[in-house]
């Protein structure tokens, strides 16, 4: 157990839908990441949020979009789905994302549009 | 582009003997390197890493080369148990903007035959 709680594991939705994932990073971790793998893909880096605020941004659609909230925890909304946003989206979080810090990922959300 | 590329999908060991996995990556800027084993229906774990500025790290049996001037990185597992049957991503990580995130490999799927 990495630390890292991420809901819903699953979740299946129709096209042109919106849905959020959520992530708690392990107690005392700043740092927040979020990736998507999509089928036979390695794991793509979406965004970063350090202590609240967003750090960087890779490729991340418009449609798709993140915060990180006081309590760290952090949500990432996904709009207008599309069946190829069907993926596994994982959060992963580090102590402060402003070195090299290890970061430990959670079990990940299943995405599924029909 | 990728950046970050393991080019062997899968690969099969028989148990006690070594394991080895290969990277290669094209991005000059990456100066840090880690290696991550996932099991199905799991987040990836860390595994070890190196920094630029070493060519060997070792911890227990897993030990990972780092060639620069060839832009390629190797882990080696030895010996091998049925236990490390996984898939193993590479990935690599430049410092800019202030942020670490990491750029993956497709990864490689290990099986170890009893």
């Known amino acids: 157990d990495s630390g890292v709680t991420q809901t819903p594991k699953h979740l299946i939705t129709a096209t042109g839908q919106r849905v959020t994932l959520r992530c708690s990073p392990r107690?005392?971790?700043?740092?927040v990441y979020w990736y998507q793998q999509s089928l036979d893909q390695g794991l793509q880096f979406l965004i970063q949020?350090?202590?609240?605020?967003?750090?960087a941004k890779g490729n991340i659609l418009e449609r798709f979009s993140a915060q990180q909230f006081p309590d760290l925890h952090s949500e990432l909304n996904l709009s207008s789905l599309e069946l190829g946003d069907s993926a596994l989206y994982f959060c992963?979080?580090?102590?402060?994302?402003?070195?090299?810090?290890?970061?430990?990922f959670g079990p990940g959300t299943r995405l599924t549009v029909l | 582009d990728q950046q970050v590329k393991q080019n062997s999908p899968s690969l099969s060991v028989q148990e006690g003997r070594i394991s080895i996995l290969n990277c290669d990556y094209t991005?000059?800027?990456?100066?840090?390197f880690l290696w991550y084993k996932k099991y199905p229906a799991e987040g990836p774990t860390f595994l070890i890493s190196?920094?630029?500025?070493?060519d060997k790290n070792e911890d227990g049996r897993f030990t990972v080369f780092l060639n620069k001037s060839a832009k390629h990185l190797s882990l080696h597992i030895v010996p091998s148990q049925p236990g490390d049957s996984a898939v193993y991503f590479c990935?690599?990580?430049?410092?800019?903007?202030?942020?670490?995130?990491?750029?993956f490999g497709k990864g490689t799927k290990l099986s170890v035959i009893p």
């Open positions: 990935a690599a990580s430049a410092p800019g903007a202030g942020s670490y995130q990491l750029t």
């Open positions: 107690s005392g971790d700043l740092s």
């Open positions: 992963a979080s580090s102590v402060t994302g402003l070195s090299y810090n290890e970061q430990f």
């Open positions: 949020y350090y202590n609240g605020e967003e750090r």
């Open positions: 991005n000059s800027m990456f100066d840090y």
């Open positions: 190196i920094s630029s500025i070493k």
